[in-house]
């Protein structure tokens, strides 16, 4: 995606901030006050992350099953006559899906249905279409079949029907007693969940989610419904977007502050609610660009402060002001992200970044075609990734939204895609092809 050598000067690759945030998370996980792990039923653990491997305790299926309706038999009885002929050969009682193993009498072939269990003596199934009889019918319910099935099987012998296995799904071809299902770190998604039920999985051991405080700095914010007269203030929007998002990448929100622009007051605040809820991760934004107001920062370089943090300017737009450390708190150390104030910097930069570090599924990524707004070529800063608001059309394109500004929270309400344009790049024509981040 960047280039190192050319980038702005003054910035930091991507990769690097990224691998910065999984170090600072990988210590939270290491740390005496990590979370910590539960037991719960398979169906309350979607979108947890597994904290043991769980291995099979039996194979899948557990004996061999026929794949088709069809008729059991062994294709050693099938020798002797040439391909081409027709065949005929008797049939024993009919096997369901819920019937135990059985067997089959040597030049016999017996009626099976799908999922039932092939019998001992059997080695193949031919699906009931390829013979005389096309169909089976429809069983009443008192177990006698409403149109009798014939007393032999005729069809006309076919190369594949001499094929041993074929249309036998064999014991432990999905999963094999033994295997591991599911490993540690695997978020449990429900296609995940249903193997584990498959294979028997009742509960598992999941880790407990890490707890976060979200921060919105900035004495200009005001809460919603705020009926004051000071109307030029602005309405936090930091704090549910980026609560909502942590809570969609597995992290329990456990406070919401609106903290005005007195580092003090900051630090304050903020370590009262991490002590409160022994919170393991801050995210805050606002407060780490270079202007005279910029609480986090100062907050960072007080005297003696209980906050350290590493400030670099990345090599992105929006979103290049990041900070990153940690704060001393009662109950041991606390992560910190200081992400930038404007929405959409925060937002890009908690997909860019901080889904990764929080152990969050990847967000599908793909080479696709780009039209521009206009249909002119637009700007791109160089040396800088340029990551641009878009949205998915039907024709395997993505369309820009809104212009670069990182205070256009409309367009990134619009916005399902994200067109992450290389340092390189200063121009965006239409049709040019780049890499676009899914956030369907």
């Given at each position: ?427 965006v024509a239409d049709g040019d092809i780049h890499e676009v981040m899914i956030l369907r």
């Amino acid at each position: 995606m960047e280039h190192e050598s050319r980038l702005a000067p003054g910035r930091i690759p991507l990769a690097e901030h990224r691998r910065s945030l999984r170090e600072l998370m990988s210590a939270v996980l290491d740390s005496p006050h990590a979370p910590g792990v539960a037991t719960v039923g398979i169906e309350s653990a979607r979108d947890r992350v597994l904290a043991r491997d769980v291995t099979s305790p039996v194979n899948v299926p557990p004996v061999a099953n026929s794949q088709m309706d069809g008729f059991a038999l062994h294709v050693a009885s099938l020798a002797n006559a040439p391909d081409g002929a027709s065949i005929s050969l008797p049939l024993g009682p009919l096997i369901a899906a819920g019937e135990a193993p059985s067997n089959l009498e040597p030049g016999t072939a017996r009626p099976i249905m799908t999922g039932a269990p092939i019998p001992a003596g059997a080695n193949a199934v031919i699906p009931v279409e390829a013979t005389d009889v096309r169909r089976f019918s429809q069983l009443t319910r008192d177990g006698s079949d409403a149109c009798r099935l014939p007393s032999d099987l005729i069809f006309r012998l076919a190369p594949e029907h001499r094929t041993e296995g074929r249309f036998v799904r064999h014991a432990g071809s999905d999963t094999e007693c033994g295997d591991v299902v599911a490993r540690a770190g695997q978020l449990l998604t429900p296609r995940l969940i249903g193997h584990l039920a498959s294979v028997g999985v009742a509960e598992v051991e999941v880790r407990e989610p890490l707890r976060a405080v979200v921060v919105s700095t900035g004495s200009e914010l005001r809460d919603r419904g705020d009926d004051a007269a000071d109307d030029w203030r602005i309405f936090d929007a930091n704090s549910p977007l980026i609560g909502v998002a942590l809570e969609e990448a597995g992290i329990e929100v456990c406070a919401r502050l609106r903290v005005p622009d007195d580092p003090r007051a900051l630090l304050d605040e903020v370590r009262a609610a991490c002590e409160a809820a022994k919170a393991h991760l801050v995210v805050s934004s606002g407060g780490v660009s270079a202007g005279a107001l910029e609480p986090i920062r100062q907050a960072a370089e007080m005297p003696s402060s209980p906050l350290r943090l590493a400030f670099d300017k990345v090599a992105m737009q929006p979103g290049g002001p990041q900070g990153l450390g940690v704060l001393e708190a009662d109950h041991g150390e606390v992560a910190w992200i200081a992400l930038p104030g404007n929405p959409v910097s925060a937002f890009v930069s908690l997909e860019m970044f901080v889904r990764d570090a929080l152990g969050a599924p990847p967000r599908p990524r793909m080479s696709l075609p780009v039209r521009t707004q206009t249909g002119e070529t637009e700007p791109s800063p160089e040396g800088l990734v340029q990551v641009r608001r878009a949205r998915l059309n039907t024709d395997s394109t993505v369309k820009l939204v809104g212009g670069a500004s990182s205070h256009l929270l409309g367009a990134l309400a619009l916005s399902d895609a994200l067109v992450l344009i290389p340092a390189e790049v200063t121009h965006v024509a239409d049709g040019d092809i780049h890499e676009v981040m899914i956030l369907r």
